[in-house]
């Protein structure tokens, strides 16, 4: 049994395959007012839509919740949920089945996350952006954590006896610190998500628009910077490109600025991007289990003043800093970020990214993602993934 709905309005389809077709015993008969019954998702995504600023190019596809996606203590968390269009995913959308959590999780064009469109008997458990693991249980989930927990622990400690740069040094022993105290978790909840949700579930289709400007019933304050993305794992890079991502962000940005006429070393310098982003492999100190924050910032200024001596970078957790983070955005420079210890990636521990826009009306950043060819840019909540980010500021001051 499937169960539709077509939205008059915009001429979409929503279509819930019969895996969520709920029984007497699913989390949505629940008597719990923080649930979010299937007829609220199918209302709430499609007024989600326009504030997405996909609404124009998704007119015309018909959106599929394709996988439950649940939390680490075996609670349903949300939805995957992609757009077709003559059979083929055009965009995907993460969104939560909870008033106490973030409503929209994730989303951008593409075909998002490849391993989500297929068929598997176990769980996925989503624990922040890009971080979807699968396992059969709460208890598998556990032990694979604590396992991987253990195995990287060894390695920072292997690294940090190795070393002999003071520096780094000190830069492993911080990252040691850090993961010694890391947890296995998932979303936090907030009542402050209520009034989010509450936008989503009361405004009605018909008076839906497909425009970004006046969304919700609001004024979005949005921006995106024209960055053009990179591929850590092009051929050529070093070992493979498995642990790349750091000079692969850095490289997104220093040639963003040479394209734009700054006195920096970017692609042209070096001929290619594999050049480059092997350059700033070797000037971060970049090692098999990845870059350091710290690492990243020490080698993007080396490579920023190479030319001059009039470019900043420093770094800072993001809990916080939104406001410089769209102050950054605004005057037209996109920030590094490197999404906290990831231990379910077996290439890399720690995930680069470059920020590049922001989307005040759904609480978003934008993303260029240096990992992933199909969905090169993505839009992720920043509340529900700050206390795990850091920011890599990078300015020229002359």
């Known amino acids: 049994m499937v169960v539709k709905r077509y939205i008059k309005k915009i001429g979409m389809s929503l279509i819930l395959g019969s895996m969520l077709i709920v029984s007497s015993t699913s989390v949505f008969a629940s008597s719990s007012d923080s649930q979010i019954s299937q007829s609220q998702i199918i209302q709430a995504v499609e007024n989600m839509l326009p504030a997405t600023g996909y609404g124009d190019k998704w007119i015309e596809g018909k959106i599929e919740i394709k996988k439950e996606l649940y939390n680490p ?7 995957y949920i992609i757009i077709k269009k003559d059979q083929e995913n055009i965009g995907y959308m993460i969104v939560s089945a909870n008033k106490e959590t973030e409503p929209i999780l994730e989303y951008g064009e593409g075909t998002g996350y490849d391993y989500l469109n297929g068929d598997s008997t176990k769980r996925f458990y989503y ?6 693991v699968q396992a059969n249980n709460k208890d598998e989930l556990e032990k694979i954590f604590e396992n991987i927990k253990q195995k990287e622990l060894e390695n920072i400690k292997e690294q940090v006896d190795k070393t002999k740069d003071s520096k780094s040094k000190e830069s492993y022993i911080k990252e040691l610190k850090k993961l010694e105290q890391k947890k296995l978790k998932g979303i936090e909840k907030n009542k402050e998500n209520e009034k989010k949700w509450e936008k989503y579930l009361s405004q009605s289709s018909e008076n839906n628009t497909n425009s970004l400007v ?7 304050t949005y921006k995106v910077l024209n960055v053009a993305h990179m591929y850590q794992r092009q051929p050529g890079v070093y070992n493979e490109g498995k642990s790349a991502c750091g000079p692969t962000s850095g490289a997104v940005i220093a040639d963003y600025y040479k394209l734009r006429g700054y006195n920096v070393r970017g692609v042209s310098y070096y001929g290619t991007q594999v050049k ?3 350059h700033l492999y070797t000037e971060m100190g970049t090692g098999t289990i990845g870059t350091t924050m710290d690492q990243w910032a020490t080698g993007m200024s080396t490579h920023m003043n190479h030319n001059a001596s009039a470019w900043d970078v420093f770094t800072h957790e993001a809990i916080g800093y939104f406001p410089t983070y769209e102050s950054y955005i605004d005057a037209n420079r996109p920030v590094g970020i490197r999404f906290d210890y990831n231990p379910w990636n077996t290439d890399y521990k720690w995930h680069f990214v470059v920020g590049v826009g922001y989307n005040t009306e759904t609480g ?3 993303v260029c993602d240096v990992d992933s060819t199909s969905t090169k840019y993505r839009w992720i909540s920043w509340s529900a993934n700050d206390q795990d980010m850091d920011l890599g500021f990078v300015s020229y001051n002359p």
């Open 73 to 79: 203590d075996d609670t349903l968390f949300g939805y």
């Open 127 to 132: 624990l922040g952006a890009m971080r979807i």
């Open 214 to 220: 006046t969304p919700l019933g609001g004024t979005t």
């Open 276 to 278: 480059l982003i092997n």
């Open 364 to 366: 978003q950043i934008q």
